[in-house]
């Protein structure tokens, strides 16, 4: 299972995401225990592997820390640095649910694609 993230408006940094199965998890894995986490240099497109998973429901949240500080550093409670989400789900007023970047796992090697994006 792996990602391909496009759209990084720099090669500073690095890429931080998360796999999780929970809902409860997303987009924050720190709540989900069994959650895949993955850490890789920034460039123009990148690619994030998190092996293989069993068979199920997943979402992904990616962050572009430039910084490289391992979090998202914000400004006036909006993100200064990129994220992403599987399914390219919308943002709107707050990350997107869990329902809106879930895709199935059905247990062949599968390859998602989500583009950063950035408010600043």
Same mark, same amino acid.
């Given at each position: ?8 408006? /720099? #090669? ?6 998360? +796999?999780?199965?929970?809902?409860? %998890?997303?987009?924050?894995? @720190?709540?989900? !225990? ?32 430039? /910084? #490289? ?6 400004? +006036?409670?909006?993100?200064?640095? %990129?994220?992403?989400?599987? @399914?390219?789900? !919308?943002?709107?007023?707050?990350p997107p ?14 390859e998602q ?8």
């Amino acid at each position: 299972m792996s990602v391909v993230v496009t759209g990084l408006r /720099n #090669a500073k940094g690095q890429v931080l995401a998360c +796999l999780t199965a929970q809902p409860k %998890g997303f987009p924050d894995c @720190r709540k989900d !225990p069994a959650a895949r986490n993955a850490v890789v240099p920034a460039g123009t497109e990148v690619r994030i592997n998190f092996g293989a998973v069993p068979a199920g429901r997943y979402a992904i949240s990616m962050i572009h820390d430039e /910084n #490289a500080n391992r979090k998202m550093d914000m400004a +006036l409670m909006m993100p200064k640095e %990129g994220y992403g989400f599987s @399914r390219d789900a !919308p943002v709107r007023m707050g990350p997107p649910k869990f329902d809106k970047a879930a895709f199935e796992v059905s247990g062949v090697a599968i390859e998602q694609k989500a583009r950063m994006r950035y408010l600043f």
